[in-house]
Nanobody, 124 residues
Framework: QVQLVESGGGLVQAGGSLRLSCAASGGTLSRYVMGWFRQAPGKEREFVARISRNGLSTDHADPVKGRFAISRDNAKNMVYLEMNSLKVEDTAVYYC?????????????????WGQGTQVTVSS
């Protein structure tokens, strides 16, 4: 069973940057497509980005496209989310997750393992 631990969240002013990290253990990360999701208070968890097993293919949700970038280092069993030009509406708990191997990448139900999340708060 894969365990995921996110870190790097915090409080930042609008326009600022953060880099989230996701450390994996209990499995070989290179076997999995990985995703980042976020959940704001009172809202459903939503897709942010996903990355292929070898890191050569990525996909980002429209609200973050051009500002966020997902990456991975399989040798270190790590996945990252670089977040730039942050907006107040980016405030949420951010989660990394392991894709099950089937199902839509945008669907939370397609992911088997989740971290506990890291809080990102963007102030105006």
């Amino acid at each position: 069973q894969v365990q995921l631990v996110e870190s790097g969240g915090g409080l930042v002013q609008a326009g600022g940057s953060l880099r989230l990290s996701c450390a994996a253990s209990g499995g070989t990360l290179s076997r999995y497509v990985m995703g980042w999701f976020r959940q704001a208070p009172g809202k459903e968890r939503e897709f942010v980005a996903r990355i292929s097993r070898n890191g050569l293919s990525t996909d980002h949700a429209d609200p973050v496209k051009g500002r966020f970038a997902i990456s991975r280092d399989n040798a270190k069993n790590m996945v990252y989310l670089e977040m730039n030009s942050l907006k107040v509406e980016d405030t949420a708990v951010y989660y990394c997750a392991v894709h099950s191997g089937s199902g839509d990448y945008y669907d939370t139900a397609s992911y088997d393992y989740w971290g506990q999340g890291t809080q990102v708060t963007v102030s105006s």
